[in-house]
């Protein structure tokens, strides 16, 4: 697969692109991933499909903290992905999570570019006790401690579970230690 950069706005939008078939497969991760973790669902979809992997805004290679952050700009972006890289042929959507809400907003404002729309632990309403959901995530992601020394160091605190698993796969080595590739807060 290859790296190729949409521009929308003030958003460079990185996607990882491959395949070369008829149907057109656009997989957006969730809250706090990048398309890197969606990378072994994309190689079963090749060669039969194009795939198209998008970092969302704030995550992965994308623009890391752009000024807006709204489920409009996520689904805009999207359409730009669509519109530039699939050439506006309907696509099959796939969302994971947030990516599934991005996928369904999509869905609903623009049915014409939506051929399929498939998701996976997401849906209309998110939790039902949302309690302060987001004040919770924003803390957990407050208390990595990075930058971690090395992996191991992040496995022991981010655990074994399957999103921690992909978590730690795609960590940004840098010269001072390893990141997310995501900014919370």
């Known amino acids: 697969m290859r790296?190729?950069?949409?521009?929308?706005?003030?958003?460079a939008v990185s996607c990882l692109v491959g395949g070369s078939g008829d149907e057109v497969v656009v997989l957006l991760h969730g809250l706090a991933g990048s398309a890197a973790e969606l990378v072994p669902?994309?190689?079963?979809?090749?060669?039969?499909?194009?795939?198209?992997?998008?970092?969302?805004?704030g995550h992965g290679h994308s623009t890391r903290r752009p000024q807006d952050l709204s489920r409009r700009a996520y689904v805009e972006d999207v359409l730009a992905v669509v519109a530039e890289l699939a050439g506006g042929v309907p696509v099959t959507v796939v969302g994971q999570s947030m990516g599934g809400h991005t996928a369904l907003l999509f869905a609903a404002e623009y049915p014409e570019l939506v051929r399929r729309l498939v998701l996976l632990e997401g849906g209309v309403g998110g939790r039902e006790e949302r309690g302060d959901y987001p004040a919770e995530l924003g803390a957990f992601f407050a208390s990595w401690p990075v930058p971690f020394a090395d992996v191991r160091q992040a496995a022991e605190f981010l655990g074994d579970t399957p999103v921690a698993q992909a978590w730690l796969r795609d960590l940004d080595r840098r010269p001072d230690g390893l990141w997310p590739r995501f900014k919370a807060g």
């Open 3 to 11: 790296r190729v950069t949409v521009h929308r706005d003030e958003v």
């Open 41 to 57: 669902t994309a190689e079963a979809l090749l060669p039969e499909h194009r795939v198209i992997v998008v970092d969302q805004r």
